[in-house]
């Protein structure tokens, strides 16, 4: 859809003019003092083991002294972690203050940008993020290439609405998927009582 073809009050906007994207780092692994403290750090593998969109907890979590050993940066709640690389997609919006390891390009949205809006449409693009990774050992979002891709924002009210008909959608698919799977169990447990009958004569 080009620029020209939005509805009214659509824009086209780079991700670099909406948003604060943030990297994030590592402390030593082999300095003690800088491991289980009570800041959250996420990686990659967090959120691919997430259920839903939020992320309230992490595996691993540093101390103050480790957080200020590295250059990561606490996120406040209601940011975009994405993944960029290893792999490049995983995303999630935090619950509570979190930081993340350097396999994150992560979003602080603007006030006219609704977070969960920004989730959909990244989510939407993730095989075009991919395609934009660039790497020898793996692929790897730049900040640079994300803060040039370029998103649709309808006014503020309208991102509201499309959030609340996709998740509606997306409930109903889930809720589908969950039926679907009790009826597949139905029928392995039913098929053998039904053969036995067939081979009895009793259908």
């Not at 989510?123 to 395609?131: D, E």
């Not at 799977?181 to 036995?196: G, K, N, Q, R, W």
Request: overall charge positive; glycine content about 6%; some cysteine.
């Amino acid at each position: 859809m080009s620029i020209s073809t939005f509805p009214n009050g659509w824009k086209k906007y780079r991700i670099g003019d909406i948003a604060e994207i943030v990297s994030g780092a590592t402390p030593k692994t082999k300095v003690k003092k800088y491991w289980g403290g009570n800041i959250l750090w996420a990686t990659p593998k967090d959120l691919g083991q997430l259920n839903s969109i939020e992320i309230s907890d992490t595996e691993r979590k540093i101390t103050k002294v480790g957080y200020e050993s590295c250059s990561t940066k606490l996120l406040p709640p209601g940011s975009v972690l994405l993944s960029s690389r290893a792999p490049i997609g995983h995303l999630a919006i935090n619950t509570k203050p979190m930081c993340t390891n350097q396999g994150f390009k992560s979003l602080i949205p603007q006030d006219d940008i609704f977070n969960r809006y920004l989730y959909w449409v990244l989510k939407n693009s993730v095989t075009k993020l991919q395609n934009m990774g660039r790497g020898c050992t793996f692929d790897e979002l730049s900040k640079g290439l994300l803060a040039s891709l370029e998103i649709p924002v309808p006014p503020l009210d309208e991102q509201h609405r499309i959030v609340a008909r996709i998740e509606e959608l997306t409930r109903r698919a889930e809720e589908a998927r969950r039926v679907l799977c009790e009826i597949e169990e139905d029928l392995v447990s039913f098929t053998p009582a039904l053969l036995a009958k067939a081979f009895r004569g009793e259908l």
